[in-house]
């Protein structure tokens, strides 16, 4: 991904134009978090989230709880943007 692509995501984004969706109470995250099935930019949105340490609202299909627990369980990682966007090998058939 060149830094053209990696800085204009959110255009790419399902949930363009629906920030006010992503940030409801309670049970109603579950339903947001719907939005980020088969995201193109699912990765990039939560490495952003995770890496700005964002506390509010559902990013990269992950509600602000469960990133909390995923920062507090991982604290060696230093950039999820890293992590989340390198190429994965590919399985040999």
Same mark, same amino acid.
């Given at each position: =991904? %060149?830094? =053209? !692509? %990696?800085?204009? @995501?959110?255009? #790419? *984004?399902? &949930?363009?134009? =629906?920030?006010? /969706?992503?940030?409801? /109470?309670?049970?109603? #995250?579950? +339903? *947001?978090?719907?939005?980020? *099935?088969? &995201?193109?930019?699912?990765? =990039? &949105? $939560?490495? !952003?989230? $995770? /890496?700005? +340490?964002?506390?509010?609202?559902?990013?990269?299909g992950m509600t602000e709880r469960e990133r909390r627990r995923l920062l507090r369980k991982h604290t060696e990682? %230093?950039? @999820?943007?890293?992590?989340?966007?390198?190429? #994965?090998?590919?399985?040999? !058939?």
């Amino acid at each position: =991904m %060149t830094v =053209m !692509e %990696t800085d204009s @995501w959110p255009m #790419q *984004a399902k &949930c363009r134009g =629906m920030q006010d /969706d992503l940030f409801p /109470d309670g049970a109603e #995250q579950k +339903r *947001a978090r719907t939005i980020c *099935a088969g &995201c193109p930019v699912k990765a =990039m &949105c $939560l490495a !952003e989230a $995770l /890496d700005n +340490r964002i506390e509010w609202g559902v990013w990269g299909g992950m509600t602000e709880r469960e990133r909390r627990r995923l920062l507090r369980k991982h604290t060696e990682i %230093t950039s @999820w943007r890293r992590l989340l966007l390198q190429p #994965q090998p590919q399985l040999a !058939e």
